[in-house]
Nanobody
Framework: VQLQAYGGGLVQAGGSLRLSCAVSGDTFRIGTVGWFRQAPGKERDPVVSIPWRGGIGHYVDSVKSRFTIFRDNAKNTVYLQMNSLKPEDTAVYYC??????????????????WGRGTLVTVSS
């Protein structure tokens, strides 16, 4: 399984960005996908997790009501719509996949497959 995140960039506080994660390879192996972020000098933290087929996204409290995950299984793509961005959202964002179907926010250690990140910078 291969993943590639893209769509990052520079945005002002209060603005929006949509990240995309293209998934390829043995997608039938995937049970769960997730978005994570890593700010400079900090650990890679979960943002949201969602089953690859069916189910709903589970978000960390800091992004609830601002971020939305959705997927297009026909295109093997997962999206992260980010609204009302804040400077503290600045980080490298990663998408990840795991063969196990999980419910709830999952830590980075739960995911086997990772793509390269995309940088999101929110200016104040």
């Amino acid at each position: 399984v291969q993943l590639q995140a893209y769509g990052g960039g520079l945005v002002q506080a209060g603005g929006s960005l949509r990240l995309s994660c293209a998934v390829s390879g043995d997608t039938f192996r995937i049970g769960t996908v997730g978005w994570f972020r890593q700010a400079p000098g900090k650990e890679r933290d979960p943002v949201v997790s969602i089953p690859w087929r069916g189910g709903i996204g589970h978000y960390v409290d800091s992004v609830k009501s601002r971020f939305t995950i959705f997927r297009d299984n026909a295109k093997n793509t997962v999206y992260l719509q980010m609204n009302s961005l804040k400077p503290e959202d600045t980080a490298v964002y990663y998408c990840a996949a795991d063969p196990r179907r999980r419910v709830g926010v999952q830590p980075a250690s739960a995911f086997d497959y990772w793509g390269r990140g995309t940088l999101v910078t929110v200016s104040s």
